[in-house]
């Protein structure tokens, strides 16, 4: 149990939709970074954010963006989603950006 | 760039069995971390260890730095070690880079 929780558990779009995806980290966590796996591959990083503003963004284009709110929850917003985006997307917190990151169980998406 | 190769890229074990895992880094190692993935995707860390020795239970990792490689040791293993074991590294935005994994399943 890491404490940081993610909603939906599943979802299934179709192309071309748009999707929100959702994270709530641990209390007192001002990092929260997001990472795309697809099947039988390791994680990919999406972007991070710390206090509020994007800290880093790995190589996805952008259509991939996301928000962190002062309640520690955050979004992972992905507009006109292609069928590769079909994933499991996790995000991670952590008490600071150079800290150890902490996991959630992750949203499995479908896109159709 | 970074390149993490992990080996063997899949392991089966009976149970009571132990098995080194390995992870070779292309760049000098940085806040390397251990992880275990669940077969429902849960993600758990396993060991921060960017040099040394450390250990947890029947787990236990080592890192040599100047050689850039890592092991995670399993002893005694149960059926509940299968899933997939990730080492990553971060460095500059403090982003993970994570290996290729390592698939282990542990038979009764």
């Known amino acids: 149990e890491t404490g940081v929780t993610q909603s939906p558990t599943h979802l299934i779009k179709t192309r071309g939709q748009q999707v929100t995806l959702r994270c709530s980290s641990q209390?007192?966590?001002?990092?929260v970074s997001w990472y795309q796996q697809a099947l039988g591959q390791g994680p990919q990083f999406i972007f991070q954010?710390?206090?509020?503003?994007?800290?880093g963004r790995g190589n996805f284009p952008p259509r991939f963006s996301g928000l962190q709110f002062p309640n520690y929850s955050s979004e992972l917003n992905v507009n006109a989603l292609e069928l590769d985006d079909s994933a499991l997307y996790l995000c991670?917190?952590?008490?600071?950006?150079?800290?150890?990151?902490?996991f959630g169980p992750g949203t499995r998406l479908l896109v159709l | 760039g970074i390149q993490v190769e992990q080996s063997p890229p899949d392991l089966i074990l009976q149970e009571g069995a132990n098995s080194t895992l390995r992870c070779n880094f292309s760049?000098?190692?940085?806040?390397l971390q251990w992880f275990h993935q669940n077969p429902w995707g849960q993600l758990i860390n396993l060991f921060y260890?960017?040099?040394g020795t450390k250990q947890n239970g029947r787990l236990s990792a080592t890192t040599v730095a100047t050689e850039r490689y890592s092991l995670l040791y399993i002893s005694s293993s149960q059926t509940t070690d299968s899933g997939v074991y990730f080492c990553?590294?971060?460095?500059?935005?403090?982003?993970?880079?994570f290996g290729t994994g390592t698939r282990l399943k542990v038979l009764a």
């Open positions: 990553a590294e971060t460095r500059g935005t403090y982003k993970y880079i």
């Open positions: 991670a917190s952590s008490p600071d950006y150079f800290e150890t990151q902490y």
């Open positions: 209390s007192g966590h001002n990092t």
């Open positions: 760049d000098s190692v940085n806040n």
């Open positions: 954010y710390y206090r509020e503003e994007e800290n």
């Open positions: 260890i960017p040099s």
